[in-house]
C-alpha cells in the first residue's frame, strides 16, 4: 500500500471527497514529521511508534579502498513494531 491507496481508501470508507481524503493524509504525515523533527516521539497504540534515535561520530572504513573515514554524528527516525502488530501478521 501506498499514500495514493491510503487515500482512495479513507475515501472509500468515508463520505469525503479525494482532495479532502488527501488533504488529512497529509496533515497526518506532516504532523508526525514535525513532531520527529522536534525531537519528540509518535505512538499509535498498538500499531507501532516512531522516534529519532542519536548516533555519535565514529570511524568508518569505505569498503571500497579501505581508507578510513569520519563519520559525521546523525539523528535518524526510528520505527518499531506494536505488539497487536506483530501478533496479527504472525497469524
Known sequence: M???????A????TDLTKS????????????MANALFNGERVEIRG????YVKKYKS???RNPKTG????IKPKKL???KCGKELKE????
Not at 21 to 30: D, G, I, K, R, Y
Not at 47 to 50: A, G, I, Y
Not at 67 to 70: E, T
Open 2 to 8: 501506498n499514500k495514493a491507496d491510503l487515500i482512495t
Open 77 to 79: 527516525p526510528f520505527f
Open 20 to 31: 479532502e481524503a488527501e488533504s488529512v493524509v497529509n496533515l497526518f504525515f506532516n504532523q
Open 67 to 70: 581508507k578510513q573515514v569520519k
Open 10 to 13: 479513507l475515501k472509500n470508507e
Open 58 to 60: 565514529y570511524t568508518g
Open 47 to 50: 500499531l507501532c511508534s516512531f
Open 88 to 91: 496479527r501478521v504472525d497469524k
